[in-house]
């Protein structure tokens, strides 16, 4: 199912490889590729939520596959005063904030981050750009995070909040954040990555943490993680479409 998934977008994408070449915020406002996104959104859905195991696996490969130059988009180095701060004193100061609907908050440092049970997987990151990349991750998982917050009943989203901000907006929108949902907060591959290849996560590739959700397109692997939110809705949150591209036309929902 996955296979196919990533063949139907890769298929979709020969129609519109004028458009990747305009970057990620001219798609978005174009209308033909919105119109795609949302027919692959609700196909891919049904298929994971009522067909496919909730816990079914993104495929894996081996060391051999490793792509020797692991594209990064998006922001590549942050300009950010509070990010800027952090990098200049090797994010001694940082915190990982975790709070919301949990019973728990945490503000874990990069120590008791590595700390927590992992995960290493080597995987392939797909972007609605047209390419894809191979890469060995290793981070935290998720639902060993979130099961120390201890979620409130409530709590049905988990949104991420990160340092970058890519656009400058009046209402403080352009701050990048994206959402998932529980069963992929819960996925096994579901990590939040703070090592690439067997060394650091680079700073381009979102130093000092990434979210690694390996079932979705790569505009949902948010970089530069600072602060989770459980939340009930995701209604109030930047333009309330749960991400910052959907905020900006792209589906919420992009499962591979």
């Excluded at 590595?114 to 390419?131: A, F, K, M, N, Y």
Aim: hydrophobic residues 40%; glycine residues 8%.
């Amino acid at each position: 199912m996955s296979l196919n998934r990533r063949r139907w977008l890769t298929a979709a994408g020969a129609t519109l490889t004028s458009l990747w070449l305009a970057g990620c915020d001219k798609l978005a406002s174009n209308s033909t590729f919105t119109g795609v996104l949302q027919v692959a959104e609700k196909w891919s859905q049904r298929a994971q939520r009522l067909i496919t195991d909730r816990n079914a696996l993104a495929q894996e490969f081996a060391p051999s596959d490793i792509s020797k130059d692991f594209k990064a988009n998006g922001t590549l180095r942050p300009q950010d005063d509070d990010y800027v701060a952090l990098l200049a004193g090797n994010f001694a100061d940082y915190r990982l904030v975790v709070d919301g609907l949990v019973e728990q908050p945490l503000a874990l440092t990069m120590a008791e981050v590595r700390g927590l049970p992992s995960r290493t997987q080597i995987t392939r990151h797909d972007c609605v750009e047209g390419w894809s990349s191979i890469g060995k991750w290793k981070g935290a998982r998720l639902s060993a995070l979130l099961e120390r917050a201890k979620l409130k009943p409530e709590a049905k989203f988990i949104v991420f909040h990160c340092f970058d901000t890519l656009e400058q907006t009046l209402d403080g929108s352009g701050r990048y954040y994206e959402s998932i949902d529980l069963i992929d907060a819960f996925h096994p591959q579901t990590i939040l990555a703070y090592d690439m290849n067997d060394a650091t996560l680079p700073v381009r590739h979102g130093y000092p943490l990434r979210l690694r959700v390996e079932r979705q397109l790569g505009y949902k692997h948010a970089k530069y993680v600072m602060r989770l939110e459980a939340v009930s809705d995701f209604s109030q949150i930047g333009r309330g479409q749960g991400g910052f591209w959907p905020d900006r036309g792209y589906e919420w929902y992009a499962g591979i």
